[in-house]
Structure formats: C-alpha cells, structure tokens
C-alpha cells in the first residue's frame, strides 16, 4: 500500500516542481540586440565655376576644389544653433561631413532636412575664392534626402546631399554681348 502512495505522490510532487520552475525561467529577458547608432551624414562636391558660366547656376565646365572648406549649421525648432562644424573636401572636391554630436530634441522640427545648411567658407585657391549662391551655397543649401543609407555591423549612417556648391573667379573677361 505505501508502494501505491509513492506512485501517485511521485507524479504529483514531479508536477509541482515543474510548476515551481517553470514560472521562474519564463520570466527571464530574452537578450537585448545591440543597438547600432544611426548617425547623419551630409555629402556634397565643390567646384570652381567656370567664367564661360559665372552669372548663372551652369557648373559646365567647372572643375572640383581640393581642400576647400564648407559648413554644416543646424538650428532647433526655436531657431538657435544646435550643430556647427566646418569640414574640407578631398582631392576630387567632395565632402563626407559626419555630423557627430548632432541631437534632436523634438523628432519633426529638429530634423535634419528642416533643421540644417551647408554653407561655402572658403577657397585655397587665390585665382578662384569667390562665394556664388549656386544651389543655395551663400544663404545655405538645403539638405536632400535620396534613400542612401551606409549600414556595417555595428554602424549605421543616413546620408543626406547638399549642392554641388562653386566658388568662381574673382576675375572673369567681360562677356561679349551677341
């Protein structure tokens, strides 16, 4: 008789144990996945307009600047400056501008296509330093969003376009009149 007891207290003490454990390890967190920061890019080319065009937004015939220097300026909703930094171009007058530490305090006033500018500073070249407002480069050329996204394991980049910007030449021949 004390056999027939074991048998069924043995299934009944199996249950409860199993009941005990299984609350304690259906409440464990399944691990997190590492959040990748996103950070914004803004990408660009400068060049030297030629004199053939100077007077219109034509970059026909218009050569990159190396080392030339532009600006990225973002305001928040209220209009006060939130990011600022200078960058320079490469050799063939193109600029990767990372905009480290740029944050967002409201998600749709603050945003980078609404909140930031790039603008022209600076030439190294003597015979071609003149600011032209080609694509908005003197007041602030607005940022484009064109679905180009740079993703690697552990980072991720939304990259914006602004321009192309020029300078031109500070001294151009008249142009003959037709």
């Known amino acids: 008789m004390a056999s027939g007891h074991l048998i069924t207290i043995i299934p009944l003490l199996v249950l409860h144990l199993s009941m005990a454990i299984h ?7 399944p691990p997190k996945p590492v959040e990748k920061p996103v950070d914004v890019v803004v990408e660009g080319i400068v060049y ?9 937004w034509s970059l026909t015939g218009a050569n990159p600047i190396k080392a030339a220097t532009v600006s990225v300026i973002c305001k928040d909703h209220r209009n006060r400056v939130s990011f600022y930094r200078a960058f320079e171009t490469d050799e063939n007058g193109y ?3 990372e905009l480290k530490g740029f944050k967002m305090s409201h998600s749709f006033l603050d945003h980078p296509l609404h909140a930031c500018k790039v603008k022209m500073v600076s030439s190294p070249l003597e015979s071609c330093n003149v600011l032209t407002n080609v694509n908005y480069g003197l007041n602030g050329a607005p940022l484009r969003y064109e679905d180009k996204r740079l993703v690697g394991s552990n980072y991720e980049a939304v990259i914006y376009s602004a321009g192309p910007l020029a300078f031109r030449p500070a001294h151009c021949a008249p142009k003959a009149e037709p």
């Open 48 to 56: 030297c307009q030629s004199c053939k065009t100077y007077g219109s």
């Open 95 to 97: 600029f990767y501008a």
């Open 23 to 29: 609350p304690i390890t259906a409440h464990v967190a």
